[in-house]
């Protein structure tokens, strides 16, 4: 076991108590100046702590957003917004996330910290020597006399520490030296500039995703990524919800009427979105169903051979429609999903796009013959 190792199963020991919210002070000291540092700090504490009480060899545990927010007394949606700022901002490469399905079917927040890397940034190793100060030499300390007590070490003011003193008494070794830096930190990696690449990185997955569904090649313009970082800066949605947003928008619009909306633009704007993510929420966990366009009802629902429009799907995807005597109805369908670039999808979207195309196209067939 290594060090750092020993020094992380420590912090777990001492981390997450019941009855009180325990913050330790070096992760204030970490997060530093940020306006929530309490509230990540808070958070990263109770992550610290559930990390060793997981059981699973690949470090994996899972926690419920209100399940955070009880230990912490934050709102669920605070929580969402404080787990995507450490992951993003502060804790990139050391905590990495993913839902998860538990064995009743329901998705879960998982996550899994690498314990040496935490402590590196935590407690990060300070070298022997100083970079030179403003004279260019050598920053050292400073010898007081030999006989003086050990004191605290006072600040300027400008909050900063003062110069590093040699503290030494009769009964103590007169090489041993308690000292304090004088030089700042290093500014962390994940600055400013390193969250805008990362937004931007995770705008154009989105975009290419998007691109992708519809068989559109959308831009990698400002136009087109602008709204998506705005919602990820602002943690009103990760990255995968938004692929939810588009799988569930592309699944019900693509090759209807509504298919114009289908863009970046229109889809992330912030007037739409929150809607938007709402209702592909709700499809998600409902297993994503086919979806239509148009109002479902009983008597249409009824209309429908399933058996049939199953059969079709295999036929088309595996090429091999014209060895059979497709139905009218099976060549109109087959037509839309071809202009719907279904065989280059995914076979869940695929299918559940299928079979609204069926559903839309057996409708409209049962009107015309009605007319």
Same mark, same amino acid.
């Given at each position: 076991?290594?060090?750092?190792?020993?020094?992380?199963?420590?912090?777990?020991?001492?981390?997450? !108590?019941?009855?009180? #919210?325990?913050?330790?002070?070096?992760?204030?000291?970490?997060?530093?100046?940020? !306006?929530?540092?309490? !509230?990540?700090?808070?958070?990263?504490?109770?992550?610290?702590?559930?990390?060793?009480?997981?059981?699973?060899?690949d470090?994996?545990?899972? =926690?419920?957003?209100?399940?955070l927010?009880?230990?912490?007394?934050l709102?669920?949606d *605070?929580?969402?917004?404080?787990?995507?700022?450490?992951?993003?901002?502060?804790?990139?490469?050391?905590?990495?996330?993913?839902n998860?399905?538990? %064995?009743?079917?329901?998705?879960?927040?998982?996550?899994?910290l690498?314990?040496?890397?935490?402590?590196?940034?935590?407690?990060?190793?300070? =070298?022997? @020597?100083?970079? +030179?100060?403003?004279?260019?030499?050598? @920053?050292?300390?400073?010898?007081? %006399?030999?006989h003086?007590?050990?004191?605290?070490?006072?600040?300027?003011?400008?909050?900063?520490?003062?110069?590093?003193?040699?503290?030494?008494?009769?009964?103590?070794?007169?090489?041993?030296?308690?000292?304090?830096p004088? $030089?700042?930190?290093?500014?962390?990696?994940?600055?400013e500039?390193?969250?805008?690449?990362?937004?931007?990185?995770?705008?154009?997955?989105?975009?290419?995703?998007?691109?992708?569904?519809?068989?559109?090649?959308?831009?990698?313009?400002?136009?087109?990524?602008?709204?998506?970082?705005?919602?990820?800066? %602002?943690?009103?949605?990760?990255?995968?919800?938004?692929?939810?947003?588009?799988?569930?928008?592309?699944?019900?619009?693509l090759?209807?009427?509504?298919?114009?909306?289908?863009? +970046?633009? =229109?889809?992330?704007?912030?007037?739409?979105f929150?809607? %938007?993510?709402?209702?592909?929420?709700? /499809?998600?966990?409902?297993?994503?169903p086919? $979806?239509?366009?148009? +109002?479902a009802?009983?008597?249409?629902?009824?209309? #429908?051979?399933?058996?049939?429009?199953?059969?079709?799907?295999?036929?088309?995807?595996?090429?091999?429609?014209?060895?059979t005597? +497709?139905?009218?109805?099976?060549?109109?369908?087959?037509?839309?999903?071809?202009?719907?670039?279904?065989? =280059? *999808?995914?076979?869940?979207?695929?299918?559940?796009? /299928?079979?609204?195309? /069926?559903?839309?196209?057996? *409708?409209?067939?049962?009107?015309?013959?009605?007319?």
């Open positions: 076991m290594t060090t750092s190792s020993r020094i992380f199963d420590v912090v777990q020991a001492m981390s997450g !108590q019941k009855n009180v #919210i325990i913050i330790p002070r070096p992760y204030l000291q970490f997060f530093g100046e940020d !306006q929530q540092a309490y !509230q990540l700090a808070a958070v990263l504490n109770q992550l610290v702590f559930w990390s060793g009480c997981g059981g699973r060899d470090g994996w545990f899972y =926690k419920t957003h209100e399940e927010g009880e230990e912490v007394e709102g669920r *605070q929580i969402r917004r404080i787990v995507t700022k450490l992951e993003s901002k502060y804790l990139a490469g050391v905590l990495d996330t993913a998860r399905r538990l %064995n009743n079917g329901d998705k879960v927040k998982h996550y899994r690498d314990g040496d890397k935490l402590i590196e940034l935590i407690f990060p190793v300070k =070298k022997d @020597a100083c970079p +030179p100060n403003g004279n260019g030499e050598s @920053a050292e300390p400073e010898q007081q %006399n030999r003086s007590e050990t004191a605290d070490v006072p600040f300027d003011g400008n909050g900063e520490g003062a110069v590093p003193i040699l503290y030494t008494d009769l009964n103590t070794d007169p090489n041993l030296q308690i000292i304090k004088s $030089c700042q930190p290093a500014s962390p990696a994940d600055g500039e390193f969250i805008a690449k990362r937004l931007t990185r995770e705008a154009t997955e989105v975009v290419e995703h998007l691109s992708k569904l519809t068989g559109v090649t959308f831009e990698l313009s400002d136009n087109n990524l602008q709204h998506i970082r705005a919602r990820l800066r %602002n943690a009103t949605a990760t990255k995968d919800e938004m692929l939810v947003v588009v799988d569930h928008l592309v699944a019900c619009w090759g209807t009427k509504f298919a114009r909306g289908l863009n +970046p633009s =229109k889809i992330f704007s912030s007037e739409k929150s809607s %938007n993510l709402l209702a592909a929420k709700a /499809w998600d966990t409902a297993g994503r086919a $979806c239509s366009s148009e +109002p009802t009983a008597s249409n629902d009824s209309l #429908i051979d399933v058996t049939e429009r199953d059969a079709a799907y295999r036929r088309y995807m595996s090429g091999t429609i014209s060895q005597k +497709p139905s009218d109805l099976e060549l109109r369908v087959c037509k839309a999903a071809g202009a719907a670039n279904l065989r =280059k *999808q995914n076979s869940t979207f695929a299918i559940s796009r /299928w079979n609204s195309i /069926w559903k839309e196209q057996a *409708q409209r067939g049962n009107q015309g013959a009605a007319a």
